[in-house]
Nanobody
Framework: QVQLVESGGGLVQPGGSLRLSCAASGNIFSLSTMAWYRQAPGNQRELVAVITSGGSIRYGDRVKGRFTISRDNAKNTVYLQMNSLQPEDTAVYSC????????WGQGTQVTVSS
């Protein structure tokens, strides 16, 4: 199986930046599609960004132009660079790995507040 561990969350002021990381164990990372999702209390889970094994990228409308997803196959890690953060970005951010099935990390809290 696959284990995913997110890190990099925390408290940031509006307009600030954070970089999230998701490290995967296993030997299927390079074949997989990686994605970041987020969910705030009272809200449904929202797709933030997706990057395929071939490097194709798609962003959710609410983060397009502010967030950047990338992957380092040598490190089995996917990143989410978040800039121009606003309070509405506050959520638990989780990464997923999809190949023949889908695996999830535990999530990391991002709080944007002044």
């Amino acid at each position: 199986q696959v284990q995913l561990v997110e890190s990099g969350g925390g408290l940031v002021q509006p307009g600030g930046s954070l970089r999230l990381s998701c490290a995967a164990s296993g030997n299927i990372f390079s074949l997989s599609t990686m994605a970041w999702y987020r969910q705030a209390p009272g809200n449904q889970r929202e797709l933030v960004a997706v990057i395929t094994s071939g490097g194709s990228i798609r962003y959710g409308d609410r983060v397009k132009g502010r967030f950047t997803i990338s992957r380092d196959n040598a490190k089995n890690t996917v990143y989410l660079q978040m800039n121009s953060l606003q309070p509405e970005d506050t959520a638990v951010y989780s990464c997923s790995l999809s190949w023949v099935g889908t695996f999830w990390g535990q999530g990391t809290q991002v709080t944007v507040s002044s």
